[in-house]
């Protein structure tokens, strides 16, 4: 499958601190607990994607500085062609996750002036129309891009996160122009099963995936009005859930634009997802869409 990514890219420090909340101390000593690597959503899905065996097109905006020329360099290691990244921020983004023994995390991102730019649609309308689906995140500079790919009748998909409000102004035109959206359950106003009913009454898109940590992920369904909820898939051991999300939607796009089947994709997905949760990071732990198919088939 051709997919294109358009999404943020940073440099990810994670930290393993002893727990939640964090008591004050001057130093501690976290033995291979500090680790740094390429991320950003736009980066998750790209190499969740590359794992897979799909090809993608990345468009997104870094700096140029050594973080930025970090980042291409990484990038170009997994195969991932970095012709359509724009170099033209201040200084490339930056975030740090600090993570507990129980995978729970607290993140702070640093987007410096990305969200102060802006993509002409032109530009990549050649490229949206040679792809299978348009995964665009729900950042500024996708705004007119998303808008654009629907228009031009491109399968279109977004994750939207946190959200508690279904007149979300930040959010508005991703739902709008999303043939597939994704959302956590973390802030919803309501039971998921009601709330996908209503973001589909308001906004008529064909499919939405609400993820639910380790209760799963609920399928909804527009061209039968069904809801299903898919059991997570939990590893050995959880490391650090940071990235889940971005390896859920992920791997739910690989395997729907394979089958065009909603429910096989998200239970495939929700194992890709379970498996990467035992790996530090959101960038790493990705698996091939060989060893999805083993565990299905056990």
Known sequence: MKILVSGLLNIETTVSVRGFPIEYYPIDYAFFGVNSNVSGVGCNLAKALTALGDTVELVSYLGHDDEGDRVIKDLTAHGINTGNIIRDLQKTPASVVLFDPDGRRQIYCDLKDIQEQSISPDRFIDTLKSVDIAALCNINFNRELIKAAKKAGVKT????????????????????????????????????????????????????????????????????????????????????????????????????????DAEQALRHAVIFAGIKIGYNGASTGFSSEEKIQSIIDM
């Open 157 to 260: 998909a977004t994750d939207v996160h946190v959200l508690s409000d279904i007149n979300d102004d930040y959010n508005r035109d991703f739902m709008e122009n999303a043939d597939i959206l994704f959302l956590s359950d973390e802030k919803l106003p309501c039971k998921a099963e009601d709330f996908v009913r209503i973001l589909h009454d308001r906004y008529n898109n064909s499919i939405i995936v609400i993820g639910m940590g380790a209760k799963g992920a609920l399928l909804y369904e527009a061209e039968n009005d069904s809801t299903k909820i898919i059991e997570a898939y939990t590893p050995e051991k959880i490391v650090n859930t940071v990235g889940a999300g971005d390896a859920l939607f992920s791997s739910f796009l690989h395997f729907y634009a394979k089958t065009h």
